[in-house]
């Protein structure tokens, strides 16, 4: 591995060095943390940040001591590489989330990374006697399952490895039998013109039969997710009741959902915490 000359050493801006080390992974396939230090001459910790930015951009895939090209063929990275990003804005949201649920309801939780961590935030919560949640992804009903007072119902089909979830109309017919008041749903994408889509149709199709079963539509979707055009809608925008996201989400698309009437929230780790102590408190408010 080679670097120019003049963007050797302490020269090397951020993000210069970043588009050279991802240049790097895509030539060579792979890159160790070590040698990028050593190259650049930064320390491993500056390289380990570089990498995180890179990942979050999907550029390049992070693993135990440096980092892989991006599968181009691969329309959606795997649960666990997606489950690391943004990983504290999905905790709040998760936490916010939560506290929107009461004892009693029966909820539709898909199988996005935030939705598990909407489901972590239910099980510490203590004194559910009557929970019902429906789900179609296997992380999310193996979180769940067996805590007292969360009855876990699941949706049955094919399994896909890349999402951990279960997709096809197998599961289709449980949404007649049960009243859902909320559906907690992720998406791969979120544009004003439309709304919620997913990296691909059969994910997308299982959440459509989400969307028409919910009475209430709770988008939960951190800012890399806002305007940017997924391949699959599930969910147009006017359908969407509140959204629950971090506070990078971009001021115009916010001004223009709430001039549709579509409450939204922005979420920090201020108020993160607020709705932890809130718990089941549907009162809860969460600054903008």
Same mark, same amino acid.
Request: net charge neutral; with cysteine; glycine share 10%.
């Given at each position: 591995?080679?670097?120019?000359?003049?963007?050797?050493?302490?020269?090397?801006?951020?993000?210069?060095?970043?588009?050279?080390?991802?240049?790097?992974?895509? #030539?060579?396939? =792979?890159?160790?943390?070590?040698?990028?230090?050593?190259? %650049?001459?930064?320390?491993?910790?500056?390289?380990?940040?570089?990498?995180?930015?890179? #990942?979050? #951009?999907?550029?390049?895939? =992070?693993?135990?001591?440096?980092?892989?090209?991006?599968?181009?063929?691969?329309?959606?990275?795997?649960?666990?590489?997606?489950?690391?990003?943004?990983?504290?804005?999905?905790?709040?949201?998760?936490?916010?989330?939560?506290?929107?649920?009461?004892?009693?309801?029966?909820?539709?939780?898909?199988?996005?990374?935030?939705?598990?961590?909407?489901?972590?935030?239910?099980?510490?919560?203590?004194?559910?006697?009557?929970?019902?949640?429906?789900?179609?992804?296997?992380?999310?009903?193996?979180?769940?399952?067996?805590?007292?007072?969360?009855?876990?119902?699941?949706?049955?089909? =094919?399994?896909?490895?890349?999402?951990?979830?279960?997709?096809?109309?197998? +599961?289709?017919?449980?949404?007649?039998?049960?009243?859902?008041?909320?559906?907690?749903?992720?998406?791969?994408? %979120?544009?004003?013109?439309?709304?919620?889509?997913?990296?691909?149709? #059969?994910?997308?199709?299982?959440?459509?039969?989400?969307?028409?079963?919910? =009475?209430?539509?709770?988008?939960?979707?951190?800012?890399?997710?806002?305007?940017?055009?997924?391949?699959?809608?599930?969910?147009?925008?006017?359908?969407?009741?509140?959204?629950?996201?971090?506070?990078?989400?971009?001021?115009?698309?916010?001004?223009?959902?709430?001039?549709?009437?579509?409450?939204?929230?922005?979420?920090?780790? +201020?108020?993160?915490?607020?709705?932890?102590?809130?718990?089941?408190?549907?009162?809860?408010?969460?600054?903008?």
């Amino acid at each position: 591995m080679t670097v120019p000359a003049s963007a050797s050493g302490g020269d090397v801006f951020a993000r210069e060095r970043q588009e050279h080390i991802v240049r790097i992974v895509e #030539e060579h396939g =792979r890159a160790r943390v070590s040698d990028l230090a050593a190259l %650049f001459g930064v320390s491993a910790v500056t390289i380990r940040k570089d990498l995180v930015a890179l #990942e979050a #951009e999907r550029r390049l895939t =992070r693993t135990h001591g440096g980092a892989i090209a991006v599968d181009r063929s691969r329309p959606e990275l795997s649960f666990d590489i997606r489950e690391r990003l943004q990983a504290d804005e999905k905790q709040w949201i998760g936490a916010a989330a939560a506290t929107l649920v009461q004892d009693g309801e029966s909820i539709v939780l898909d199988a996005s990374t935030t939705a598990l961590s909407v489901a972590r935030h239910l099980k510490a919560r203590p004194g559910w006697s009557q929970l019902t949640v429906l789900t179609n992804g296997l992380r999310i009903a193996s979180e769940l399952a067996g805590h007292p007072g969360i009855i876990v119902l699941m949706l049955g089909g =094919r399994v896909r490895w890349e999402a951990l979830s279960v997709v096809g109309q197998l +599961g289709d017919g449980l949404f007649s039998r049960i009243n859902i008041q909320k559906a907690f749903l992720g998406a791969a994408g %979120f544009t004003l013109e439309s709304g919620l889509a997913d990296a691909t149709d #059969e994910e997308a199709q299982i959440k459509r039969s989400m969307v028409a079963a919910a =009475r209430e539509i709770i988008a939960i979707v951190d800012r890399t997710k806002w305007e940017r055009a997924a391949f699959a809608t599930f969910c147009p925008t006017d359908q969407i009741s509140i959204v629950l996201t971090d506070a990078g989400a971009p001021d115009a698309m916010v001004q223009a959902l709430e001039g549709r009437g579509i409450r939204v929230r922005l979420i920090g780790a +201020g108020q993160a915490g607020a709705a932890q102590t809130a718990g089941s408190s549907s009162a809860t408010r969460f600054a903008r």
